[in-house]
């Protein structure tokens, strides 16, 4: 019991932090920020070279770090190899590539007498990319997040609506998206269309990084990291940094808007790595395990990608206002955008390991990548 308040606690207090700083200013009340459908008010600018380039800095460093890794203190490791059976490619990802092949049309091509079926095809186009990338997982391992534990994949769709609901409530501050189509619905109409497309996030990211961990490559080049010795100091010190930014976010948004997708996770982390340490992202790293942060960082924007093409054409569908960064994009998103996708998919786990937490769903038949 004493955890699963913890958990709670830990989860609310990261999301308050936002709205303290936007009360401080005084431009709207608490009202606003829970209003249904939501009202877009801001428009940023759209380029700004400068600060393209302070914002692309550390994208920069990560992606030189994940394409040379030897050149920072990883070492290749034949020994570390995904436990890999085989097996038959199953009966849901037939469903799932089913789905996708009958959805697709529907949701790209404007057909008058499928318009109402058009508007609810985001939620059967990801499901069958669920099905579909869980089952290229069985076929490669021989068990997959759906044949291990059926009862706690199916708890993964209410737990990635909240979680989404939680970023849309972040997105109340920052504005960086908002959606066309939506207008005329009340509030009720837009939470019972938003859920079902809302609760398709997390398991997607996550069956997508368990997919990577199925690839010997992903094994040898990060099992073999720099060991994070002092990982509770900067669990703290990106915690200290996280609860102010946080708060900042909600006072100056068209500065601290990275910290949408940067800040809970920040905020969470010390919390969780002093009083749930087996659920800590950082865990891993103390011991030079970069496995589950890299099947992450690599699952969230390969699941950027299909959000944003099965968007493109698509209606109802979202664009972007995005400070500074609004060139070279790739369908809507800009492409600097789509690195906003790797730490998302570190929160996607952490939540994902509180959710299971408060539902005493701690079981190593979860893990996307074991743990030894």
């Known amino acids: 019991m004493a955890r699963r308040l913890a958990a709670l606690l830990i989860l609310s207090g990261a999301f308050l932090l936002p709205l303290a700083g936007a009360l401080l200013t005084g431009e709207h009340d608490a009202a606003y920020y829970f209003q249904f459908p939501p009202e877009i008010l801001k428009t940023y600018p759209r380029i700004d070279p400068i600060g393209a380039l302070v914002i692309a800095v550390i994208p920069f460093v990560f992606t030189i770090i994940c394409l040379f890794p030897s050149k920072f203190g990883f070492h290749k490791s034949s020994d570390l190899r995904p436990p890999l059976s085989g097996g038959v490619f199953p009966w849901w990802g037939w469903l799932g590539l089913g789905l996708d092949l009958v959805f697709w049309p529907i949701a ?158 920040m905020v969470l982390m010390p919390v969780v790595h002093r009083w749930l340490p087996e659920h800590s992202v950082l865990t891993p790293l103390m011991r030079g395990d970069f496995r589950m942060l890299a099947a992450l960082s690599f699952a969230g924007p390969v699941c950027g990608f299909f959000w944003e093409m099965w968007n493109i054409y698509s209606m109802p569908k979202w664009e972007y206002q995005v400070p500074f960064v609004m060139f070279g994009k790739i369908f809507e998103m800009p492409l600097l955008g789509y690195y906003g996708y790797v730490p998302f998919g570190w929160e996607c786990l952490l939540i994902w390991n509180l959710w299971m937490v408060l539902w005493g769903m701690d079981k190593d038949d979860l893990e996307i990548i074991p743990r030894g």
């Not at 994949?153 to 920052?174: D, G, H, K, Q, T």
Request: glycine share 8%.
């Open 108 to 265: 790209w091509l404007d057909i008058p007498e499928l318009s109402m079926l058009r508007r609810h095809t985001f939620t059967p186009l990801w499901l069958g990319y669920i099905f579909t990338v869980d089952a290229l997982v069985y076929w490669r391992k021989g068990h997959s997040l759906a044949s291990r534990n059926p009862k706690a994949f199916a708890w993964m769709f209410p737990a990635s609506a909240i979680l989404w609901w939680l970023f849309e409530y972040i997105n109340r501050f920052v504005q960086n998206w908002f959606y066309l189509g939506v207008d005329n619905d009340s509030a009720l109409e837009y939470i019972g269309f938003a859920t079902p497309c809302f609760a398709t996030v997390l398991p997607a990211l996550l069956v997508t990084a368990e997919l990577f961990g199925t690839f010997s490559w992903l094994h040898r080049r990060y099992g073999r990291g720099p060991a994070w010795g002092s990982a509770k100091t900067w669990a703290w010190i990106l915690g200290g940094v996280g609860v102010v930014a946080s708060f900042c976010m909600g006072i100056w948004p068209q500065y601290f808007f990275p910290f949408a997708w940067l800040g809970p996770l």
